[in-house]
């Protein structure tokens, strides 16, 4: 009996005719309306027996689709008619359509910025492989296995070698260029690093670093202080003041940690430099003799300096941002809003 309505239904609007746009409202009222029907029948199987309701329920949904999509054509047609370009798919006289730009990702818009500034030094851009040997990540940089510094990075092995890890800085790239170059070096190392962390705000499991190496003969760390300084004026503005604090790392001898005054509060002292007035941007230091014979260059006939800076934090100061994730989270509202820059 309901198999009988439905090919009479569809029997029926195969032959309505809806070359009108009052027809087409007549056709959809007659068997689309809330009162249509297709209601009608889904009323009928509403009261049907459990075995008719499995048997008929997907002939009545086919028609359901059939009919929709049969008024949706004939109203597309209507008005195409309407606006007067039947049976043309393109107007040539038509404006193109719009194509929306996108913009630089902000950590490689501080990237090219800061490669821009030592290009005018005369470091060149040294890249490398993200998974490497503990030889380059660790040995090499003055850190055997039994050295307590290896507990300051909480690492990513591979876990078919244990030999190879996730570089947790970009200093294996240091190490391949001294391994094969002979000195004067002269560079920088930029790229994507891994550490075992908790997610938050001022942390992640992955980040982008920016390593700089200059090694050569009589490099002092009054250099490396210069080098530091000229780079702070050029990227974050005329009278940046710095300070240099002793610190330890395994690869550099004396290390130190640099800080730049506050941005925010101008060192007045806000939440931002936790009321100091100064805020960490990079460690640095005199490239451990250690390191140089590792690397097969004389440490009695040169010396060196090397530095690395989180490029995010460099960013958060920039951009006045205060979570790292946002950097990963791909909201195209957040990453809009860096469009203009370059």
């Known amino acids: 009996m309901i198999q009988e309505k439905i090919n009479h239904l569809r029997l029926q609007a195969e032959e309505f005719d809806t ?12 068997f689309l309306g ?18 008719e309701k499995r048997e008929m329920g997907k002939p009545i949904n086919e028609l359901k689709l059939w009919l929709q999509e049969k008024y949706d054509s004939e109203k597309a047609r209507l008005d195409e008619m309407a606006s007067g370009r039947e049976g043309e798919s393109i107007d040539l006289t038509l404006d193109a359509y719009p194509v929306p730009l996108g913009g630089r990702h902000p950590l490689s818009v501080v990237r090219k910025r800061i490669i821009r500034i030592f290009d005018r030094l005369g470091y060149t851009v040294a890249e490398g492989p993200e998974i490497v040997d503990d030889w380059h990540n660790f040995t090499a940089l003055n850190t055997p296995q039994d050295h307590p510094a290896r507990d300051m990075q909480d690492t990513f092995y591979v876990q078919t070698n244990p030999d190879m890890i996730l570089r947790t800085h970009t200093s294996p790239v240091q190490v391949g260029v001294m391994e094969n170059q002979n000195p004067p070096i002269r560079i920088i190392a930029p790229g994507r690093v891994y550490r075992n962390e908790t997610v938050s705000a001022r942390a992640h499991c992955q980040f982008h670093q920016v390593e700089g190496l200059f090694v050569a003969e009589d490099v002092s760390f009054a250099d490396l202080k ?14 940046t003041e710095i300070r240099l604090r002793p610190s330890y790392f395994p690869f550099t001898e004396p290390s130190a940690e640099m800080d730049i005054s506050c941005l925010i509060c101008h060192g007045k002292g806000c939440a931002v430099c936790k009321h100091t007035g100064w805020v960490e941007i990079l460690g640095c230091g005199m490239v451990d003799p250690a390191v140089l014979t590792n690397c097969r260059i004389d440490p009695e006939k040169y010396s060196g300096f090397a530095f690395g800076m989180g490029i995010e934090r460099i960013a958060m100061l920039l951009f006045g941002l205060n979570d790292i994730r946002l950097f990963f989270e791909n909201d195209v509202r957040f990453l809009k809003q860096f469009q203009s820059l370059s």
């Open 19 to 30: 070359a009108t746009p009052d027809a087409l409202e007549q056709f959809r009222i007659h």
């Open 34 to 51: 809330k009162k249509g029907a297709l209601q009608e029948l889904f009323g009928a199987l509403k009261a049907a027996s459990p075995e």
């Open 226 to 239: 210069q080098t530091l300084y000229f780079f702070v004026q050029e990227l974050f503005g005329i009278g």
